[in-house]
């Protein structure tokens, strides 16, 4: 299957930004990993990725090309974006704490309204639910206390 996914040329730029940081240097901080992960631009382009990659997967599977070892899940398009992997919040919580402190002190400037839409970015593209949403807000808050 051929497909042709349509980027802006910020999208590309970011992109290549990253790509280029991923290969040329030995190791990213967190900081760096975080100017990634929570770019709107790499979020958006994430997301198209994941949508037809997801597409291409259902064809494949529909075909019979591929098989997977979780008969459980339909793997229905609604639920592309819904939050599984358990270790994600784990993940994003470790990634809030380990975050240099220009970035601590941007988080301690935000108001409540900037926290959640930040904390919506942590989750980006993804689905929480409202105990995963919770868990990153309270590191978001300690974050802002301490």
């Known amino acids: 299957m051929n497909s042709k996914i349509e980027f802006s040329f910020n999208e590309l730029n970011a992109l290549n930004k990253l790509l280029g940081q991923i290969k ?3 190791h990213l901080t967190a900081d760096e990993i975080n100017f990634f992960a929570l770019s709107p631009l790499i979020i958006s382009s994430y997301e198209k ?16 090309e591929i098989k997977t070892s979780e008969p459980q899940r339909t793997f229905d398009p609604k639920d592309d974006f819904l939050l ?21 002190d ?6 409540n309204i900037k926290r959640e839409a930040y904390c919506d970015l942590v ?3 993804f689905k929480p639910t409202e105990n995963q949403r919770k868990k990153i807000m309270d590191v978001l808050e300690s974050i802002t206390r301490g």
Do not use: C, V
Request: aromatic share 10%; net charge neutral; charged share 35%.
């Open 24 to 26: 040329t240097e030995s």
């Open 49 to 64: 990725i994941h949508k037809e990659f997801m597409n291409q997967f259902r064809e494949q599977l529909s075909n019979g």
């Open 84 to 104: 599984t992997d358990r270790s994600f919040i784990g993940d994003q919580e470790k990634r809030l704490r380990d975050l240099g402190q220009q970035s601590k």
């Open 106 to 111: 941007y988080i301690k400037q935000m108001d």
């Open 123 to 125: 989750f980006a593209p």
